[in-house]
C-alpha cells in the first residue's frame, strides 16, 4: 500500500550543527518528493523537493538525497539556526496524492 | 500573488451539525487538494480536483464527506451530521496543471463540540 515512514519523531541539536531526517517509501512508481516545513498553527511550507531522476538537491543549507533502489529520501539541514524550529514532513507523490510521513519535531538549541 | 486561502480560519460546531469550509485557490490554479491533519500528524489525502471534476476522492472517509468545486476554482468541503471525531485541521492545496508542487493554504481548524 501507499506508505511513508519518517525518522526520528523529535531531533534537538545545538545551534551550528547539521541535522538529518529520513523517510522511506513503499512504492517504487513515486516520482516526486517534497519537504514541507510547518511552524506551530500554520501553514505547511515547500522547502524544497526532488524529482526521481536526480540523487541528490541542495538548496542553500538545506539538501535533499534520494537513493531509488532503497526507496529511501533524507532531508539535511546544515548551519542550523533557531528559525529551523519547526515540525517537518517528508512525503511522497502517489499518483496525483501526497502521502506524508508523520513528521520529525526539530528544536535547535541556542 | 495572494497564496491559497481558507475560511473560516476556525469552526466551532456541535456533533450532528453541518459544516461548509472554502477554499479559495491561486489563480490559475486547476488542480485543488483537500487534506485533513489531526494534532501531532501528517496530512492526510481526502480529494482532489482537477478543473471542476472531483479526479480522486478515494481519501474521503464516508458518505458525510462531500466536496465541490463548480466553477473550476473556490471549492467547498462540505461535513454531513459531524462527530468529535472530525475535529482536525482541515488544508486545502493548489497546483498549476503539469506541476507536482502543491500549495497549501492556512487551514481551517475544526472543532466538534
Known amino acids: 500500500g501507499e506508505n511513508v515512514e519518517q525518522h526520528p519523531s523529535t531531533l534537538s541539536v545545538q545551534e551550528g550543527d547539521s541535522a538529518v531526517i529520513k523517510c522511506t517509501y513503499s512504492?517504487?512508481?513515486?516520482?516526486?518528493f517534497p519537504w514541507y516545513k510547518q511552524e506551530l498553527g500554520k501553514r505547511p511550507q515547500l522547502i524544497i523537493d526532488?524529482?526521481?531522476?536526480?540523487g541528490e538537491k541542495k538548496d542553500q543549507r538545506i539538501a535533499v538525497t534520494l537513493n531509488k533502489t532503497a526507496k529511501h529520501f533524507s532531508l539535511h539541514i546544515t548551519e542550523t539556526q533557531p528559525e529551523d524550529s519547526a515540525v517537518y514532513f517528508c512525503?511522497?507523490?502517489?499518483?496525483?496524492?501526497?502521502?506524508f510521513g508523520a513528521g520529525t519535531i526539530l528544536r535547535v538549541k541556542s | 500573488g495572494a497564496g491559497v486561502s481558507q475560511t473560516p480560519s476556525n469552526k466551532v460546531t456541535e456533533k450532528g451539525k453541518y459544516v461548509e469550509l472554502r477554499c479559495d485557490p491561486i489563480?490559475?490554479?486547476?488542480?485543488l487538494y483537500w487534506y485533513r491533519q489531526s494534532l501531532g500528524q501528517g496530512p492526510e489525502f481526502l480529494i482532489y480536483?482537477?478543473?471542476?471534476?472531483?479526479?480522486?476522492d478515494s481519501g474521503l472517509p464516508n458518505d458525510r464527506f462531500f466536496a465541490v468545486r463548480p466553477e473550476g476554482s473556490v471549492s467547498t468541503l462540505k461535513i454531513q451530521r459531524t462527530e468529535r471525531g472530525d475535529s482536525a485541521v482541515y488544508l486545502c492545496?493548489?497546483?498549476?496543471?503539469?506541476?507536482?508542487?502543491?500549495?497549501f493554504g492556512p487551514g481551517t481548524r475544526l472543532t466538534v463540540l
Open positions: 512525503a511522497a507523490l502517489y499518483g496525483n496524492k501526497l502521502v
Open positions: 489563480s490559475g490554479h486547476t488542480a
Open positions: 492545496a493548489s497546483s498549476l496543471t503539469g506541476s507536482n508542487e502543491q500549495f
Open positions: 512504492d517504487s512508481a513515486s516520482n516526486y
Open positions: 526532488i524529482r526521481s531522476n536526480v
Open positions: 480536483f482537477q478543473g471542476t471534476g472531483a479526479a480522486d
